[in-house]
């Protein structure tokens, strides 16, 4: 092992031999040193829910996964992704970065989502490359990238490097009849509850995986079930909870976006009763599908435990990002920079954290990966995240902690009108009934968001009025008043400036943590 590494945390298992302790020693540190560079570190799983909010009580269904991962560990009450859309944030999970660094910028082939320029750039330094060097037994399961699989992406053939068992989603979120890549070879699925449906094969096939490990070898598994992501397929015993469930109509819902940028001016408030329907009923569909992913971490919880293998393996619980649901009468949706959209849970539990812990300290979705590596004992490589591990494990390592952080979101738009909303003219896209429309290429922003100090979010407009949005949390939680107008120059100087560093920031500029005037 070279002793430029990092030191993992101390792995807890059980030991005994029938050897003299001298030749058992030597036995074990040449197994170290010969078989597993990583010998000694403890195993890691992350669970990677999809589209779960936790403003508007996304965690609420998710009863045994508090109890098992937030009460045994801590839960990060200040979690945010740094780019509210699956894959640039997904793409942030895997490598680290901003997204102005890894150049995924929404959900299509054209925004560089599993792209062949992905493929051939940041995927091949992404988490599960670094892993394999410290011979983790590496595992996916799920919905990888939105564009995975397809034709230009490669189809099913193409499995990322650094993963040794693979059984990814080819294409988005599906509960029934998809496909997988099952380490590169397709594996169709049809519409059988027990044989198919997505979160249970998931949870299956992990389970398959730890039956099968190598004892002595640690393992890394991630886990990416489809919920609480559109089509809400729910498993047949939970189509019937929450019926009386609506979303909740307090703070943002149902308000005027009308101090606000372009796209969020143009919903018709108040919302019309159809759409209140339509999110009333996505809400509930949300909720259910998430009772299955409940049910994948009570029983993921109990195999560790039962395998002995639970005290010395860290379990992550996070989402990719946050979710709406009326909010400034958007029916549902995300990509926008409010905190309804932006913060996720994330909860972890493992050797050294110590159960019940609320961490108020901010943290990234582009700190899991120097995070998990941290933990591996791996050498960090250059990251814009930074490791959070002496947040929660402060007896394991010290670091420092971010007082602010950037978001960033490329809009999208199509080059013309959609047919069922003529009038709304080009450059939007994913409307929703009554013409609602989610995304626009003006929708392009830039934010600071700091918690240390001053509780406040600074956000820059890629667009033709240069708009500027300003909030003061403390005051005004639910973003309702834009005080852009209100503040002292010299602090919306000073914000402009960080958010100038930010958006060119890479690697360790990106902890700088200092916002001049503040």
């Known amino acids: 092992m070279a ?121 091949t330094l992404a988490l599960p490359v670094y892993l394999s060097k410290r011979k983790y037994r590496t595992f996916f399961a799920g919905k990888y990238l939105e564009q995975y699989g397809t034709k230009e992406a490669g189809e099913f053939a193409h499995v990322p490097p650094g993963w040794d068992l693979w059984h990814a989603l ?91 940028h372009w796209l969020l001016r143009q919903p018709p408030n108040p919302m019309a009763g159809s759409s209140m329907d339509f999110l009333d009923d996505a809400y509930r569909k949300r909720w259910q599908t998430l009772l299955s992913v409940d049910d994948m971490v009570e029983k993921l919880v109990k195999k560790l435990e039962d395998l002995k293998e639970l005290n010395n393996t860290y379990i992550f619980y996070a989402s990719d990002n946050g979710f709406h649901a009326g909010q400034f009468s958007l029916p549902i949706d995300k990509r926008q ?34 995070t998990i590596l941290d933990i591996s004992g791996s050498d960090l490589p250059i990251m814009d995240g930074q490791s959070f591990l002496s947040q929660m494990a402060p007896s394991l390592r010290s670091g420092p902690s971010r007082s602010c952080f950037l978001v960033e979101h490329t809009g999208e738009g199509s080059p013309v009108p959609d047919p069922a909303c003529p009038k709304l003219g080009c450059g939007l896209s994913h409307c929703l009934p009554n013409c609602v429309c989610e995304d626009s290429y003006n929708n ?6 700091t918690l240390v100090g001053i509780n406040l979010q600074y956000c820059e407009f890629s667009d033709n009025e240069s708009f500027v949005e300003v909030y003061n949390l403390t005051s005004d939680l639910s973003q309702l008043v834009n005080i852009v107008k209100k503040v002292d120059p010299a602090l919306l100087q000073a914000m402009n400036q960080h958010l100038i560093k930010l958006q060119s920031c890479a690697g360790s500029s990106c902890h700088d943590n200092g916002i001049n005037g503040l």
């Open 337 to 370: 920079l409010y905190e309804f959209d932006i913060r996720v849970p994330l909860m972890v539990r493992g050797p050294g954290i110590a159960p019940k812990q609320i961490v108020k300290a901010p943290v990234l979705n582009i700190d899991l990966a120097p």
């Open 170 to 260: 080819v294409g988005d979120t599906k509960y029934y009849n998809y496909s997988l890549s099952v380490n590169g070879k397709e594996e169709k699925h049809g519409d059988s509850y027990e044989k198919d449906y997505f979160t249970d094969l998931i949870l299956n096939r992990s389970l398959e995986f730890l039956d099968k490990r190598s004892l002595g070898q640690p393992f890394f598994m991630m886990l990416s079930p489809p919920a609480a992501h559109a089509p809400w397929t729910a498993a047949p015993q939970y189509q019937k909870e929450f019926s009386d469930v609506k979303a909740p109509r307090d703070g943002s819902f149902n308000k005027p976006g009308k101090d606000k």
């Open 3 to 123: 002793y430029s590494e990092r030191t993992p945390p101390p792995r807890h298992a059980q030991t005994g031999s029938s050897l003299c302790p001298a030749v058992s020693l030597l036995l074990v540190l040449f197994t170290c040193n010969v078989r597993y560079a990583a010998c000694g570190a403890s195993n890691i799983v992350l669970i990677l829910s999809d589209d779960q909010d936790v403003e508007l009580g996304g965690m609420t269904p998710m009863k045994k996964t508090k109890l098992l991962i937030g009460d045994a560990g801590a839960t990060f009450s200040n979690a945010y992704t740094a780019t509210a859309l699956g894959c640039p944030s997904r793409s942030s999970i895997l490598t680290g970065n901003y997204p102005h660094n890894h150049a995924v910028r929404n959900d299509s082939l054209a925004g560089n989502c599993s792209s062949p320029l992905w493929q051939k750039g940041p995927e």
């Open 444 to 449: 392009t922003y830039a934010c600071v968001r």
